[in-house]
């Protein structure tokens, strides 16, 4: 019994924490207004606020006795696909110039976003 | 013998997960659904191998592992300093900035997850790879000093991920 009360009390911990940086994840969307600085706060903190909406979802599962593990699946695709993602919004915000050029590389040539052809660039 | 075993598994270590990801699907742990999932495990990596003809050479997945705790524990920390910036930090005062990291890693998987482990870590965005690959554009959130942070992905990821790949 004291079990149950306990796992329901990390339940709602654990939930609270996640909205909270999801909630915080918002605030920086709708805070900054660069592009690239906009890209940061979703990404991020969402990470951790998702993460944590599953972990009380596979608490919640194992304290009404039937546990579930799925959600540590979907922890490990949104692992994979987030940083995806982000990495082609900030591409597009390379290609358009939505933001600061990037100083260039000291090796090899230029930004693989940047090496198109003279015509395709967006204006 | 070996040879019949490669062409059969090509990537061993993506059947063992293949297998696991379909047995975590099923919730439920049973000798159909390993066997179910040790098929899907062998057919899949064959089916698709010709799009990656590739394996990393000397993975070493137990050297993975600590190196996922550390993400995971940068991620973390990381996360609390990023909920601060964006409460406290006035959008004026905001030191965004593009970091340029050399990279000695050269094989494309270490490289991807070089750039999804810095994506992932907040407060640095991957952003772009120069066009021959030796140089990974990173966009810091605020910062005051972005060789610092340079420096501490080198040594914190950088020199982890060469020893896993090597």
Redesign the interface.
Known sequence: MTLVIIGTYIVSLSLIIGSG?IL??V??LL????P??R???P???G??GIGMLLLASIIHSFDIGK????E??IM?FL??T???S??FI??V??HRRA??T??S???????????VPEEDVAT | MARAFHWLVPHPLLTVILTF?WM??Q?ELSAGMVVFGLILGIIIPWGTSIWWPDTPRGFRPAKMIGYSLVVIWD??I??IQ??WI??TVP?AK?K?A?I?V?LKLREPEAITML??T???T??T???????????L?V?V?HTDDPDGVRDDIETRYEARLLEIFT
Do not use: Q, R
């Open positions: 940086f915080v994840g605030i920086g805070k900054f207004n660069d690239m600085t890209l940061h706060a990404t991020k903190v990470t951790v546990p579930s593990t799925h540590l699946l490990a692992f994979v987030a940083p995806i982000a990495n900030a591409k915000n390379i933001c600061e990037p100083p590389p000291p090796k090899d040539g230029t930004w693989s976003t940047l090496d | 990801v975590l699907l919730n991620i973390i990381a996360n990023v909920a964006v409460l959008t905001l965004p593009w340029v050399p750039a999804g810095i994506t992932l907040p407060g965005v991957s952003a772009d790879l120069s066009d021959e690959g030796h140089s554009l966009h959130l």
